[in-house]
């Protein structure tokens, strides 16, 4: 299956994504993952992107839509996989769509994680990331670690995202909804949107996203 997951920064996208990859056996692809992989190894596309994350801003689409498709052409994600944060704007959706077009393809399906805006401000802010992978999350209140400040995946040191300050995360929420917003029309004319109340505990969600999910077979 191959499913795209959308909403607001901190509406728990990475959470939900990591949990369902798992349920679905299907890659979890994170544009935002794969870029900051790219900074903390000082790879020439990191250090491309670093101010632009660092800022809050988006990447070129150029730039993003290359990577996505590189990742994607990885075998793993030949039967399906789970995009979290990709697409972005609606050049992107087209350019995916473009690209599964080729193989004969297409999205099946598009979730829609709905949380109020206080609520993705305050999962923002206690939201504690690990530095050496940064799907591993964490948050001071709802999510803490075994240990303070240590990542209980791989034991990595748990900071805050640089594009998590008050300032930035006001400027990614205008972002999402000038250029974010819009790919969620743009599949609902296309019948494949769910949209998931996701102002609940974790696994709750979860559960909710798996059955607005197409049933297979
Ligand atoms: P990206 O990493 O994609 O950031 P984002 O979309 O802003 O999303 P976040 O990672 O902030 O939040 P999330 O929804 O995954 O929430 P999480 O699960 O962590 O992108 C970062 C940057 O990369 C962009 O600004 C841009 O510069 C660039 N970029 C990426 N993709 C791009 C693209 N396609 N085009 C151009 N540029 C691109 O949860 C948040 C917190 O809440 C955590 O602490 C978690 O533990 C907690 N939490 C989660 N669920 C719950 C729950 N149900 N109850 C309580 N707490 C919860
Ligand atoms: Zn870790």
Redo the contacts with the bound molecule.
């Keep these: 299956m191959r499913i795209v ?1 959308v ?12 949990l369902l990859a798992e349920r679905l056996a299907v890659p979890h692809i ?7 992989a790219n900074i903390s190894q000082g790879t020439p596309l990191g250090k491309q ?1 670093r101010s ?2 660092d ?7 150029e ?3 290359a990577m ?1 498709a590189d990742r994607m052409a990885q075998p793993d994600a030949e039967d399906g996989f789970l995009l ?6 609606i050049g ?1 959706a087209k350019a995916l769509d473009g690209l599964l077009a080729e193989g004969g393809h297409k999205i099946d399906a598009v979730l829609d ?1 709905e ?1 109020p805006e206080e ?2 401000v ?3 802010a ?4 690990c530095r050496k992978d ?1 799907s591993h ?7 803490k670690p075994r240990v303070e400040g240590v990542c209980d995946v791989c034991g990595g040191e748990l900071y805050q ?1 640089e ?2 300050r008050e300032e930035t ?1 006001r400027k ?1 929420l205008a ?2 909804h000038a250029e ?1 917003e819009p790919i969620i029309d743009y599949y609902r004319e296309q019948g494949l949107v769910s949209t998931i109340p ?5 696994p ?2 979860t559960r909710r996203a798996l059955e607005a999910l197409p049933h297979r077979g």
């Excluded at 800022?55 to 689409?61: A, K, M, R, S, T």
């Excluded at 979290?84 to 704007?89: A, M, Q, V, Y």
């Excluded at 206690?126 to 990331?129: A, I, M, Y």
């Design positions: 997951l909403g607001p920064p901190g509406a728990g996208k990475g959470t939900q994504a990591a994170s544009t935002g993952d794969l870029f900051r992107v632009i994350l800022e809050g801003g988006l990447v070129p689409d730039i993003t839509v996505a979290d944060g990709f697409p972005r704007n992107q994680l949380v609520e993705v305050r999962r923002i206690g939201r504690r990331t940064s999350t964490f948050h001071l209140e709802y999510r995202r594009d998590d995360v990614r972002i999402y974010t996701a102002l609940a505990p974790v709750e969600v």
